[in-house]
T-cell receptor, first 115, second 113 residues
Framework: GENVEQHPSTLSVQEGDSAVIKCTYS??????FPWYKQELGKRPQLIID?????GEKKDQRIAVTLNKTAKHFSLHITETQPEDSAVYFC??????????????FGTGTRLQVTL | DGGITQSPKYLFRKEGQNVTLSCEQN?????MYWYRQDPGQGLRLIYY???????QKGDIAEGYSVSREKKESFPLTVTSAQKNPTAFYLC????????????FGPGTRLTVL
């Protein structure tokens, strides 16, 4: 099955700085890489995803990059704001998904944006 | 935050008792999932269902059981065979097909006394 590793486990940045979270995966058949954000006391929500046919995707201050050769992908947040403080999870499906979106999640990164 | 609901929000049980967590969705999604969330361990898949009357084990299915008798509902039973059941449980759903966004419920925090 798929194995996803995520680093760092905690990250503290000053408001306005950039934050980068990195994930590696093991199954070369994985072709979809979502990122979920979980604010304190709330449910995880998808913030961005990337499919294996592209190397980078941006959505305002958030971007994700994918290196299939090295089997790693990263979340980049620019101009961080206090509301970016949350736990972020990366995920990958592995090769055997059937008709469900079965995902293996990373262990999470707690991002703290300080004033 | 409508669409997918879980109840109750907090649940307490005594050791040796089975307990059932509810998950309902009105998003017309075919696929549903149960995850367990523990500090520092991310989200781990317990069971998932691709369609009514069908479900598969995830990575940590031991001590859990599920049913999928209706498209809208995917209840999870935590049995007495689960050695460490105290955790936060999240239910999710998605449309059919791989690599789709999952929509999560608000979660149930189970505490075994």
């Amino acid at each position: 099955g798929e194995n996803v590793e995520q680093h760092p486990s905690t990250l503290s940045v000053q408001e306005g700085d950039s934050a980068v979270i990195k994930c590696t995966y093991s199954d070369s058949a994985s072709n979809y890489f979502p990122w979920y954000k979980q604010e304190l006391g709330k449910r995880p929500q998808l913030i961005i995803d990337i499919r294996s046919n592209v190397g980078e995707k941006k959505d305002q201050r958030i971007a994700v990059t994918l290196n299939k050769t090295a089997k790693h992908f990263s979340l980049h947040i620019t101009e961080t704001q206090p509301e970016d403080s949350a736990v972020y999870f990366c995920a990958a499906p592995g090769g055997d998904t059937g008709t469900a979106s079965k995902l293996t999640f990373g262990t999470g990164t707690r991002l703290q944006v300080t004033l | 935050d409508g669409g997918i609901t879980q109840s109750p929000k907090y649940l307490f049980r005594k050791e040796g008792q089975n307990v059932t967590l509810s998950c309902e969705q009105n998003l017309n999604h075919d696929a549903m999932y149960w995850y367990r969330q523990d500090p520092g361990q991310g989200l781990r898949l317990i069971y998932y269902s691709q369609i009514v009357n069908d479900f598969q084990k995830g990575d940590i299915a031991e001590g859990y059981s599920v049913s999928r008798e209706k498209k809208e509902s995917f209840p999870l039973t935590v049995t007495s065979a689960q050695k460490n059941p105290t955790a936060f449980y999240l239910c999710a759903s998605s449309i059919a097909g791989g690599n789709r966004e999952q929509f999560f419920g608000p979660g149930t925090r189970l505490t075994v006394l």
